[in-house]
T-cell receptor, first 112, second 115 residues
Framework: GENVEQHPSTLSVQEGDSAVIKCTYS??????FPWYKQELGKRPQLIID?????GEKKDQRIAVTLNKTAKHFSLHITETQPEDSAVYFC???????????FGSGTKLNVKP | GAGVSQTPSNKVTEKGKYVELRCDPI?????LYWYRQSLGQGPEFLIY????????DSGLPNDRFFAVRPEGSVSTLKIQRTERGDSAVYLC?????????????FGPGTRLTVL
């Protein structure tokens, strides 16, 4: 099955700085890569996703890049704000599958 | 509209007891998923329903775990003879249809503590 690894496990940045979270996956059949944000005690919520037919996707301060050859994808958050503080999970899944394989999470702390 | 809901939000039980966890998906969503999230880890897939049938139960850890979705809407995850290692947050998610590039909408989870 798919194995998703995520780094770093914790990340602390100053407000206004950029944050980058990286994930690798093992199954070349994976072609959908969502990112979820989970605030303390809350449910995971989708913040951005990318399909394997594109290399980059951007939504305001958030962007995701995908390198299919190297089997890795990254989340980029620019101009971080304290409300960005949360745990971020990457996931991977093949198109016809119905289960997400999640990374172990990155706890992002944005210091005001 | 209403999101995915789960009850109870917290469940404390004793080792060896039986528990049921309930999930109400978003109305009209045909696909329903159960995940288990241990402390400091990402959600781990347990089982997936398409309609009333369990299409993939490969993530259930053993035969003490069972899930049903008799009418294709509400689902119940059942755990028999609970063990301390079953303690975790159990997350339910739903999506409009199976497969494809579909967002999974998560519920708030049920925190299960086995003493």
């Amino acid at each position: 099955g798919e194995n998703v690894e995520q780094h770093p496990s914790t990340l602390s940045v100053q407000e206004g700085d950029s944050a980058v979270i990286k994930c690798t996956y093992s199954d070349s059949a994976s072609n959908y890569f969502p990112w979820y944000k989970q605030e303390l005690g809350k449910r995971p919520q989708l913040i951005i996703d990318i399909r394997s037919n594109v290399g980059e996707k951007k939504d305001q301060r958030i962007a995701v890049t995908l390198n299919k050859t190297a089997k890795h994808f990254s989340l980029h958050i620019t101009e971080t704000q304290p409300e960005d503080s949360a745990v971020y999970f990457c996931a991977a899944t093949p198109y016809n599958f119905n289960k997400f394989y999640f990374g172990s999470g990155t706890k992002l702390n944005v210091k005001p | 509209g209403a999101g995915v809901s789960q009850t109870p939000s917290n469940k404390v039980t004793e080792k060896g007891k039986y528990v049921e966890l309930r999930c109400d998906p978003i109305s009209g969503h045909t696909a329903l998923y159960w995940y288990r999230q241990s402390l400091g880890q990402g959600p781990e897939f347990l089982i997936y329903f398409q309609g009333t049938g369990a299409a993939d139960d490969s993530g259930l850890p053993n035969d003490r775990f069972f899930a049903v979705r008799p009418e294709g809407s509400v689902s119940t995850l059942k755990i028999q003879r609970t063990e301390r290692g079953d303690s975790a947050v159990y997350l339910c998610a739903s999506s409009p249809r199976q497969g494809g590039y579909n967002e999974q909408f998560f519920g708030p989870g049920t925190r299960l503590t086995v003493l």
